[in-house]
């Protein structure tokens, strides 16, 4: 198994600003990922995010919105720069251990006003 | 991608048994089917996954369709804690398998005391 913190657990922030949720793993894994989940549904891959390489993001997610850092093998950033309302969210990092199974941070919950 | 169908909403007297369909017909020979749960205000957690056979695991058990096209999770007594949203998703193997997992809208499950 596998234990995930993220910090902020929460947060409001002001439109126009950027904020960056941290991601730590209690053990080393080639790969992250992390999910947005919007208010009222449900879980979308936003990218993944290998050590030693740039993110890979999915369709509909850009780099210059949700930089991500990467800097060793227990910890990733997930930036959501220039925020609006609609990017409201809870933000999830997850990684996939052993056969197969993904486990997930609690979330991080952003409310941007 | 192959979808899954699940019902919205199921209700459930504790103590009782649960059984959670879900259809998934145009699955491929080589997709593994995998269920994850969401408690509320928590990142989803990995309950089980089958292929072909049923599997049984401490959380719960995994029935299998002849024809691979539905699959039904099973829980054999349900608590107060089982109420979560469940997800049925399908996964195809490694190494095409990136970590990407598709959540459709899943089965908001409700226990009654």
């Known amino acids: 198994s596998a234990v995930i913190s993220q910090k902020p657990s929460r947060d409001i922030c002001q439109r126009g600003t950027s904020l960056t949720i941290q991601c730590q793993v209690d053990s080393q894994v080639t790969m992250m990922f992390w999910y947005r989940q919007q208010p009222g549904q449900s879980l979308t891959l936003i990218a993944t995010a290998n050590q030693g390489s740039e993110a890979t993001y999915e369709s509909g997610f850009v780099i210059d919105k949700f930089p991500i850092s990467r800097p060793n093998l227990t910890f990733s950033t997930l930036t959501v720069s220039n925020m609006s309302p609609e990017d409201s969210s809870i933000y999830l990092c997850s990684v996939e251990i052993g056969t197969g199974e993904l486990f997930f941070g609690e979330g991080s919950r952003l409310t941007v006003l | ?113």
């Open chain 2, 1 to 113: 991608d192959a979808k899954t169908t699940q019902p919205n909403s199921m209700e459930s007297n504790e103590e009782e048994p649960v059984h959670l369909p879900c259809n998934h017909s145009t699955i491929s020979g080589t997709d593994y089917i995998h269920w994850y749960r969401q408690l509320p205000s928590q990142g989803p957690e990995y309950v089980i996954h089958g292929l072909t056979s049923n599997v049984n695991n401490r959380m719960a058990s995994l029935a299998i369709a002849e024809d691979r096209k539905s699959s039904t999770l099973i829980l054999h007594r349900a608590t107060l804690r089982d109420a979560a949203v469940y997800y049925c998703i399908l996964r195809p193997p490694r190494p095409s398998n990136t970590g990407k997992l598709i959540f459709g809208q899943g089965t908001t499950l409700q226990v009654k005391p």
